[in-house]
């Protein structure tokens, strides 16, 4: 743990980051030249919380030439000096940690408790991810010839670029950094242009617990000019891995890009995530998960309970049950007025098309936050039938029966997280197996998640996991090294 000293010293820092966010490239701070800023908007207190420096082509490669220079020296350090750093960065985050919910809560307009969940479960992670370097292991195959000899080594991908959402400021870019300098890569982080001090604030904590400059680097760019910027990175020759968080649009982009470059990319996506409710689930439990999972953090979450499938012969008890969970939940509020827009106008299209509400409807609580919703009647001409509505609403289904339920549930372009709700483990077993998701939760929430878990998705909802030593795999490339030993001497003496 720091001391105090080093907790104020990153306070101060990020205090003064608070008027403009630099750029932080090999250990320094800087800026485009001629300088480019943007403003950072908090919605929920309708104002500007800050300027941020904005990064151009010529500070992209900049970012990612400090990182190939790194790299050498890096991927050469060892797993105890790997694993320490990032154990140091994990208390350093516990010391800051009313820093980072402030810089979220922000920026991002979030609700207190989920800054703090996201901090303490990126503490979780990273501790995790550190425990798992020592997983990282080859072997040694058998070959058909008796004279042969065959070695598999695991080595850095090399320098990887992160880009990671405004969502889930904290965990989701702590995760992919940790993830990648615990393989052996550098890191050259496109932070969002929502969350700009917040991720400033994780550079500054992991220079400050010794990572040597270059083995990460953060830009951040206005909007405007973020096409530019990504294919600089993603062009660029040290970059060898791509990971990117985000929505589904403009991850076809990123995909798109990493094709053209041949570099190969993790893709965490969207999801219309089902929870499915069985005839013998607990319905008052089943309830309060599903509105909890629909409505938390304002349905910004990809792991968000988009769609609930229950079963006809239970519909009439659990309907009750769901409004009365729901009513009276708080949503929170949203990131920005555009977003929660986007979420209006669906709400307002399916309206138009015929949909009806057992709860709420589109309508503003204040400008940056709706009525939390619970939507029936959703057909496959409106938009929220198979996208993201990334605001607090839901949509409601009834099957006849247990397989019409799971064909709904899969009937999307996603698949990334459900649940089932059931009091037979091995019916709930048996559903769980059949359903075209990366993970489903029994008797919990779409939104369940533990850092020991593999976590990605599946269909449209990207490719790749995530979490403890299946995340670090992500960031390693294997290599064969064989030998014919009746043409090969073994000299101990001879290394050096």
């Known amino acids: 743990m720091r001391d105090h000293s080093q ?16 750029l932080w490239i090999n250990g320094e701070t800087t ?65 800051g940690k009313g820093e980072l919910v402030a810089l979220q809560v922000e920026e991002t307009s979030c609700e207190e408790s989920w800054a703090h969940f996201n901090v303490n479960y990126a503490i979780i992670n990273m501790r995790e991810i550190a425990g798992s370097i020592a997983s990282l292991f080859g072997e040694m195959p058998r070959v058909e010839s008796e004279s042969n000899v065959a070695m598999v080594f695991k080595e850095p991908v090399g320098p990887s670029l992160l880009i990671s959402p405004w969502n889930a400021a904290v965990v989701l870019a702590v995760r992919g950094i940790a993830s990648m300098l615990a393989a052996g890569c550098t890191v050259v982080f496109k932070a969002s242009e929502q969350c700009p001090q917040t991720h400033h604030f994780i550079g500054t904590i992991f220079a400050e617990v010794g990572l040597p400059n270059g083995a990460l680097n953060i830009i951040q760019c206005r909007r405007t000019d973020a096409p530019v910027v990504t294919e600089s990175l993603i062009a660029h020759e040290a970059i060898r891995k791509v990971e990117f968080i985000g929505s589904p649009n403009v991850g076809r982009a990123i995909g798109q890009l990493a094709g053209k470059y041949l570099k190969p990319v993790l893709m965490e996506l969207g999801g219309k995530c089902p929870a499915i409710v069985l005839d013998d689930a607990n319905l008052e439990d089943a309830a309060a998960k599903c509105v909890r999972g629909a409505f938390m953090h304002h349905g910004q979450i990809c792991f968000s309970t988009e769609r609930i499938i229950v079963l006809d012969s239970v519909a009439e008890r659990f309907i009750p049950l769901l409004k009365k969970a729901a009513e009276g939940f708080a949503p929170g509020s949203g990131v920005s007025e555009e977003i929660v827009s986007k979420a209006y106008a669906g709400l307002v299209e399916a309206q138009e098309k015929g949909a009806t509400f057992l709860l709420g409807g589109p309508e503003y609580v204040k400008s940056a936050q709706l009525l939390p919703t619970i939507v029936t009647g959703v057909t496959k001409d409106m938009t929220i039938f198979d996208a993201e509505s990334f605001g607090p609403s839901v949509s409601l289904y009834i099957a006849k029966n247990e397989e019409e339920a799971i064909t709904m549930a899969n009937n999307s372009t996603y698949g990334l997280n459900a649940s089932v709700h059931s009091t037979d483990m091995y019916r709930a077993l048996r559903v769980a197996q059949r359903l075209e998701v990366g993970q489903v939760h029994v008797n919990s929430l779409t939104t369940y998640n533990e850092a020991t878990f593999p976590i990605g998705g599946t269909k449209g909802s990207g490719w790749g996991r995530n979490n403890s030593r299946f995340g670090i795999e992500q960031f390693i490339q294997l290599k064969t090294i064989s030998f014919n030993m009746k043409n090969t001497k073994i000299n101990f003496g001879s290394g050096g």
Do not use: Y
């Open 7 to 22: 907790s104020a010293n990153i306070s101060h820092r990020a205090k003064d980051a608070l008027k403009t966010v630099p």
């Open 31 to 95: 800026q485009s030249n001629p300088a480019i800023t943007f403003p950072v908007h908090s919605a929920k207190q309708q104002k500007d919380v800050c300027i941020a420096q904005s990064a151009d082509d010529s500070k992209a490669r900049e970012a990612c030439d400090a990182a190939m220079q790194a790299f050498e020296g890096w991927r050469k350090t060892s797993i105890a000096f790997r694993r320490e750093i990032l154990l140091r960065a994990a208390d350093a985050f516990e010391s």
